[in-house]
């Protein structure tokens, strides 16, 4: 007897898999610390603004 056909949005059944189920942990990357991110950039800023300023200041 033959398999029933399947609807394209369903997956059909899967045969010799051999990986084991585990929990993955959601990709994180870059924004895993934001606080280190969003601290580089306020430094950063600053340091831009306080040349400036020590110009402003020496004229």
Avoid: C, K
Avoid at 19 to 30: K, L, T, Y
Avoid at 37 to 57: E, H, K, N
């Amino acid at each position: 007897m033959t398999e029933p056909l399947h609807r394209p949005t369903e997956t059909p059944p899967v045969e010799g898999s051999t990986a084991e189920a585990h929990q993955e942990r959601p990709d994180g990357g870059i924004w895993e610390h934001p606080y280190l991110w969003l601290g580089l950039i306020v430094l950063g800023v600053l340091l831009f603004a306080a040349f400036f300023i020590a110009r402003m200041v020496d004229l």
